[in-house]
């Protein structure tokens, strides 16, 4: 089954760029292009779009608000949005991960790397840029608002789904999470994906900010002994 790609840019260039590099490969397919946010918006609300690529500066609305309004509307849940940044270091990709992104991509991102970037957010993980992740947690927790309250489905997570959240958390795959607990690949990502449902999570980006934001983890934390 293809993968259904919108490309929302405000720079025809770059929308035709990407294009290129996606129809050259077989499995993700372009299905539309936005030139500004609120086009994105609507054109994610009229269905059959799995991922965005989602550039932040765009005119009319930009894109952490059009992530957003994709991002509440229950019935596009499954529609993953790769922000697109010419920075590394761009706060505003903090606000966007808030809003529901999935994860980014400088936009000098090799062809290669960006298909892949699409798979790996099309299947539910979540993308950050190597480079700048370590720098991107310590913004993250600096912007995050503390929470005002526990939340009460917090205590519907059982302790294999702790353990496991804060692995993800320190950014560990699915393999290696695997590894570490001795458990199958599948056990671990049935865990996950119970560990969404239950805190509301759209994907693992989502997890960490949750894990972030109630202090589950902070910033230069080493991973817990086995």
Do not use: C, W
């Given at each position: 089954?293809?993968?259904?790609?919108?490309?929302?840019?405000?720079?025809?260039?770059?929308?035709?760029?990407?294009?290129?590099?996606?129809?050259?490969?077989?499995?993700?397919?372009?299905?539309?292009?936005?030139?500004?946010?609120?086009?994105?918006?609507?054109?994610c609300?009229?269905?059959?779009?799995?991922?965005?690529?989602?550039?932040?500066?765009?005119?009319?609305?930009?894109?952490?608000?059009?992530?957003?309004?994709?991002?509440?509307?229950?019935r596009?849940?499954?529609?993953?949005?790769?922000?697109?940044?010419?920075?590394?270091?761009?706060?505003?990709?903090?606000?966007?991960?808030?809003?529901?992104?999935?994860?980014?991509?400088?936009?000098?991102?090799?062809?290669?790397?960006?298909?892949?970037?699409?798979?790996?957010?099309?299947?539910?993980?979540?993308?950050?840029?190597?480079?700048?992740?370590?720098?991107?947690?310590?913004?993250?927790?600096?912007?995050?608002?503390?929470p005002?309250?526990?939340?009460?489905?917090?205590?519907?997570?059982?302790?294999?789904?702790?353990?496991?959240?804060?692995?993800?958390?320190?950014?560990?795959?699915?393999?290696?999470?695997?590894?570490?607990?001795?458990?199958?690949?599948?056990?671990?990502?049935?865990?996950?994906?119970?560990t969404?449902?239950?805190?509301?999570?759209?994907?693992?980006?989502q997890?960490?900010?949750?894990?972030?934001?109630?202090?589950?983890?902070?910033?230069?934390?080493?991973?817990?002994?086995?």
């Open positions: 089954m293809s993968i259904r790609v919108l490309l929302a840019d405000d720079q025809a260039l770059i929308r035709a760029g990407f294009r290129m590099i996606i129809e050259a490969e077989v499995g993700p397919e372009v299905v539309g292009e936005a030139a500004d946010g609120r086009a994105a918006a609507d054109r609300h009229r269905g059959q779009v799995d991922v965005v690529l989602m550039d932040i500066r765009m005119p009319i609305l930009d894109g952490i608000e059009a992530t957003r309004r994709t991002g509440a509307v229950e596009l849940a499954g529609v993953r949005v790769l922000v697109l940044t010419t920075f590394d270091n761009d706060d505003n990709v903090i606000y966007a991960l808030q809003a529901g992104a999935s994860g980014f991509l400088g936009k000098n991102v090799a062809p290669s790397d960006l298909v892949n970037a699409i798979r790996v957010v099309a299947g539910g993980e979540a993308l950050l840029s190597p480079r700048a992740t370590s720098g991107l947690i310590s913004r993250l927790v600096h912007h995050l608002q503390p005002t309250r526990r939340l009460p489905e917090l205590e519907l997570v059982t302790g294999r789904e702790k353990e496991i959240l804060l692995l993800v958390a320190h950014g560990l795959s699915n393999d290696a999470i695997a590894r570490r607990l001795h458990l199958s690949p599948l056990t671990v990502k049935t865990h996950i994906n119970r969404m449902s239950k805190l509301r999570a759209r994907d693992r980006a997890l960490v900010v949750f894990a972030y934001r109630h202090h589950m983890v902070r910033p230069g934390d080493t991973l817990p002994d086995n």
